[in-house]
């Protein structure tokens, strides 16, 4: 089993309809492509009790937990304070981050609001932020990360080498021009032959008419071929048109 | 205060990054407009336990909670098998569902599977489903609505009727040519003159230069005006440029 972990996603704005969340999925595919699988995110708002609760339950229970939003200048970034409070450990002044700061700011531009940026719990190592300076930081098996994308992005980059992670997990898919009804008996008996890998089946619709995305999820390329190879199979012979998708 | 509501949004394929959710951000707009107010989101694997465990501490939490996912023909489609044990209930051959069910397809095309989208928990109520038919349903405070977006708007539409929300939630918003560090202070200050209303800040950068939007919520409309005139008021008076967005 590959190392598991758990998304916090903090930020009125995404549970109010405002912003559309992107970090998921790009985070979870940076992950896959470790060895590290997503099994769980929450999207939970600016409450300081909510935060403390959601990252103290999250880090006993998955390897590693990462969490995006509120950690910039204004008054609605209380991400670092929650944060040190489930930790139970101050927050200080960290001088590695007031001079990355200092270096990112003119005097002028670097006002109290700014530096508290450099507010760190204590005993967290900082992550390189390469888009605007500002960093973030790991603290035990959490990852707090800005809700920018390009900067979350960035981060991850830098704290990459902080992970283990297990065997890369790679997908295939077939799209078939029926309605997933039709083939949810074959799907299910080659799910039942290869309990390893996840088969999973989406239904869309296009000028009118059903589809059926079938994708399968492992470790074992090998294995996922193959199980592509099955489905391909009982398509073929039930004549069901596949669409070829780029 | 309005009534609140918890998503749980089910589903392999939005955890492993294949899919991107869209409908956390539609439900959430739809909900502010009846003034109910999404509090919370989780994002969860197709896995028995977490599904119980999460719909039984939600549906004690929130006012109203809302599944989206996993009740199609497929094996992955575990939703209701669920529902029903996170209930103590039975899942039942529903006659009502059958019905419509046999109306919408051939009878050479309303196989096991697709029955199986009949099987429903004992004591829920239907939800209309104008897209493909298989209904979605009710169960005490909890909606159990399916994955696909344009098939979850419809079934919103048709159990609007059973939710008693409280106001409106309506939202303003400013865009300033402005770091948001550099007016953190003052913004703060508005938030603390209006605590019932809630004011974030939201970073970008466009054309190399940060800009910073305003946002304020709530359900007091006069109120909300009112902090987006203060807040043009400073941004006036330090000569920051606002930005007219269409």
């Not at 200092?102 to 190592?125: C, F, H, Q, W």
């Not at 932020?129 to 800005?146: D, I």
């Not at 297990?166 to 078939?176: I, Y």
């Not at 088969?199 to 592509?228: C, F, N, Q, S, W």
Request: glycine content about 8%; charged content about 20%; some cysteine.
């Amino acid at each position: 089993m590959n190392p598991t972990a758990c998304m916090i996603l903090i930020g009125n704005e995404i549970l109010s309809g405002r912003t559309q969340d992107k970090n998921l999925s790009w985070l979870s595919q940076a992950l896959n492509g470790i060895g590290v699988s997503l099994r769980r995110a929450h999207i939970i708002p600016d409450d300081a009790d909510i935060i403390i609760n959601t990252v103290n339950d999250a880090r006993t229970q998955y390897d590693y937990v990462f969490t995006t939003g509120g950690i910039g200048p204004t008054h609605d970034d209380i991400t670092t304070a929650c944060i040190a409070q489930a930790f139970g450990v101050k927050v200080e002044r960290n001088a590695e981050a007031q001079r990355i700061l200092e270096g990112y700011y003119t005097a002028d531009m670097l006002n109290a609001a700014r530096l508290k940026m450099a507010d760190i719990p204590v005993g967290a190592e900082l992550i390189e932020n390469p888009v605007s300076a500002a960093p973030g930081y790991r603290l035990e098996n959490v990852f707090v990360l800005a809700g920018v994308p390009s900067i979350m992005q960035g981060m991850f980059l830098h704290l990459k080498h902080m992970l283990k992670g297990g065997a890369p997990t790679e997908s295939r898919q077939l799209v078939l021009l029926i309605g997933e009804g039709t083939i949810a008996a074959e799907i299910e008996a080659v799910q039942t032959q290869f309990p390893e890998v996840e088969i999973g089946v989406y239904p869309t619709m296009k000028e009118g008419r059903a589809r059926t995305t079938v994708v399968a999820r492992g470790t074992d390329a090998a294995m996922l071929d193959h199980v592509m190879q099955r489905c391909r199979a009982f398509a073929t012979e039930r004549q069901i048109e596949e669409i070829k998708t780029e």
